[in-house]
């Protein structure tokens, strides 16, 4: 079963409260804006919307009075003796013709603003007509669209213009209804066509904002007569078409890439529509200032909610931060000076208890360190005390000869060897010696250690002659070469190669023993050392790790990488030192 991991935050308490602190500022804030700004411009906008409305509303009355006065008179045609006395319009001879033309012009002289006036048979022919004469007739479906009015006029635009000018007209169409008997079929139809400029006259001085425009269209949703005098005789734009239903109503409509309010009223006796059409931004300019002021109240309170959160934030999380300043301090090994924090009473607790802590762990550990090199300085004066140097030498003198008189030259030379390694480690030198004597000391040992391997094991020492009089400890590089040889050769029957190396940089001394053998039974990677991670016959790795970070200080020490299988490379890090530095 896997473990499940814990989820880190990795967001500091200072950006939690600062993030806390201005959303709850803000969110009411902008809640109230959004409000504000809505109801606002719902109020606008029905204001628009009533007031376009009604001047649309009343644009249409006037309208209708002008073509009802029109259509008022063409009744005392349909009407006419003449033309009811006539079983079909089609049998009229000459002399009926001419009097119904008479009527015709009467009609044009009544009213003033009929241009021409035509009436036609049931079946759509054209039986006389004012002014010059012309192809005409009507068609079946025009024919049965005017029988379905019931002898109501039908407003339409006509791309015909005016024989006296090239104004544009409009047409108007009726059903000539038999008046006497029982029988109320249709015996013709009366058209007459009016100019465009009457029904202009009546949206001429209409103002929609600064750019907008009023236009009107007939049933077929042709535009009968506009303020841009380009758009008549088009077709009304398809995103209006399909939301003009109803009597009346505004809506909201993107329009060659700008936004349009739009209003429009109809008139059901004619059958038209009165259509107003602004650009937003003009049709609402309080619903601008509005928004302009919503803005500058929302800036202003933005950078009042900033302030007073990073205020907030700062007396909450600034003592925290330096008591954080203050362990990191710790963490590195100083524990001098005490921490005061000014606050609330749990932060002057916190800081009390974290002073009382800091000073113990300095007692402790300054005993603990005292201890330490109290038993190491006892440990290593009974090892000398252990052997007479003198005895020894002599010792050792005498077998090298014994062996060399005897032919066994190889083995008196690791018998001068081992007294060299002797000398050297109980010797009265100071602690510090040159890395050419210890790089001498580590070949000495290197050579009793070719009595056991033999050829298993070769020994190479690659160290540039400027850094050869380099101060260094003595003993500390014959542990690692040590730790090379017994860890290279646990799991490998193949030659195992023993580099030393060394480099200077920034006034550091790098010093590295790299093996080829077996390497750790796991990788690692790391610096400073780990002894956790470090296998259990390592004492003499930690020991030298321990003697320099305790001489030079945490910037120095041992670091070790190594990779299963592929060998280990210990680097010891330490100051450039001269001798008499």
């Known amino acids: 079963m896997k473990k499940r991991g814990k989820s880190k935050s990795t967001m500091s308490i200072h950006w939690k409260l600062l993030i806390s602190f201005f959303c709850v500022t803000m969110i009411p804030l902008m809640t109230v804006a959004v409000f504000l700004f809505m109801k606002s411009s719902t109020i606008i906008y029905e204001n628009a919307s009533q007031y376009t409305t009604q001047l649309l509303q009343q644009t249409n009355r006037e309208i ?262 203050k362990m990191r301090q710790v963490e590195t090994g100083d524990f001098s000076g005490e921490i005061r924090l000014q606050g609330s009473k749990e932060v002057t607790d916190l800081s009390l208890s974290f002073n009382r802590m800091t000073r113990r762990l300095n007692r402790m550990i300054q005993k603990v360190y005292q201890k330490e090199i109290s038993e190491k300085q006892a440990q290593l004066k009974a090892l000398q005390a252990q052997i007479h140097p003198h005895f020894l030498y002599n010792t050792l003198d005498s077998i090298y000869w014994s062996l060399y008189i005897k032919g066994e030259e190889s083995i008196g030379n690791v018998v001068v060897s081992l007294s060299n390694m002797l000398r050297y480690s109980i010797s009265e030198e100071l602690k510090d010696v040159s890395l050419e004597k210890e790089i001498e000391n580590c070949k000495h040992y290197f050579e009793i250690q070719k009595l056991k391997y033999g050829e298993k094991v070769r020994f190479t020492v690659h160290v540039p002659k400027v850094v050869l009089q380099c101060q260094v400890p003595k003993m500390i590089l014959q542990p690692l070469i040590e730790n090379a040889i017994m860890h290279g050769m646990e799991t490998t029957q193949q030659e195992v190669h023993i580099q030393v190396l060394s480099q200077e940089s920034d006034n550091v001394l790098y010093l590295s023993v790299i093996d080829n053998g077996s390497g750790f039974p796991y990788d690692v990677k790391e610096f400073p050392l780990n002894p956790a991670r470090l296998p259990e016959n390592s004492i003499g790795l930690m020991n030298v790790n321990e003697r320099l970070r305790l001489r030079y200080g945490k910037n120095y020490g041992v670091s070790i990488e190594s990779k299963k299988g592929e060998g280990t490379a210990v680097t010891l890090r330490l100051p450039s030192l001269e001798e008499n530095e």
């Open 64 to 325: 209708q009075l002008r073509l009802s006065q029109i259509a008022k008179d063409s009744v005392n045609i349909i009407t006419s003796p003449g033309v009811q006395s006539l079983q079909s319009l089609s049998e009229a001879n000459y002399t009926e013709k001419r009097d119904m033309r008479a009527q015709l012009y009467q009609l044009i002289n009544t009213n003033g603003v009929v241009e021409r006036a035509v009436i036609f048979d049931r079946e759509g022919n054209k039986i006389v007509e004012t002014g010059s004469p012309q192809t005409e007739s009507l068609l079946p479906e025009e024919q049965t669209f005017i029988a379905q009015l019931g002898g109501k006029v039908s407003w339409h635009y006509t791309p015909k213009v005016s024989e006296f000018s090239i104004e544009p007209l409009l047409k108007a169409e009726r059903a000539i209804k038999n008046l006497q008997g029982n029988d109320p079929a249709i015996k013709g139809y009366l058209l007459f066509e009016i100019p465009e400029s009457i029904v202009f006259e009546s949206i001429r001085q209409l103002e929609l904002g600064e750019t907008g425009i009023a236009f009107i269209i007939d049933d077929a949703n042709h535009i009968v007569t506009s303020q841009n005098r380009k758009m008549i005789g088009q077709t009304v734009h398809p995103a209006i078409e399909g939301k003009l239903t109803g009597g009346k109503g505004t809506f909201v409509e993107k329009i060659n890439g700008e936004m349009y309010f739009i209003s429009y009223h109809a008139s059901p006796e004619i059958g038209w529509k009165t259509i107003g059409m602004v650009p937003t931004e003009e049709m609402t300019p309080g619903l601008l200032e509005v928004q302009k002021t919503n803005m500058y109240v929302i800036v202003f309170w933005v950078f009042v909610a900033i302030i007073i959160s990073l205020l907030l934030t700062k007396s909450v999380t600034g003592p925290i931060k330096r008591l954080i300043e």
